[in-house]
Nanobody, 112 residues
Framework: VQLVESGGGMVQPGGSLRLSCVASGFAFSRDDMTWVRQAPGKGPEWVST????????YYADSVKGRFTASRDNAKNTLYLQMNSLKPEDTALYYCASPSAGRGQGTQVTVSS
């Protein structure tokens, strides 16, 4: 059972990044999937949840209108498209599911 995130990096304010989370070892298509982030010195912050079928998504107010979660159940992959990034989006981003727990995360740094 594993979740592996990728796609993080350093970007200027206003830029975009697309995160990926590849799942293995469990029935990915049956799990609702969640993105969580943790900024330095702060606790975890829920970012988004997408239902197992991909038909419904939910977002924190802090990212609504800028971030889009999606999934490809055929590829066991979860995505997070992040646009109009702000310095306050800087954090370790990780994906999580009821079956697999959480991954190791991918670092996103927004700085000029």
């Amino acid at each position: 059972v594993q979740l592996v995130e990728s796609g993080g990096g350093m970007v200027q304010p206003g830029g975009s990044l697309r995160l990926s989370c590849v799942a293995s070892g469990f029935a990915f298509s049956r799990d609702d999937m969640t993105w969580v982030r943790q900024a330095p010195g702060k606790g975890p912050e829920w970012v988004s949840t997408i239902k197992s079928g991909g038909d419904k998504t939910y977002y924190a107010d802090s990212v609504k209108g800028r971030f889009t979660a999606s999934r490809d159940n055929a590829k066991n992959t979860l995505y997070l498209q992040m646009n109009s990034l702000k310095p306050e989006d800087t954090a370790l981003y990780y994906c999580a599911s009821p079956s697999a727990g959480r991954g190791q995360g991918t670092q996103v740094t927004v700085s000029s």
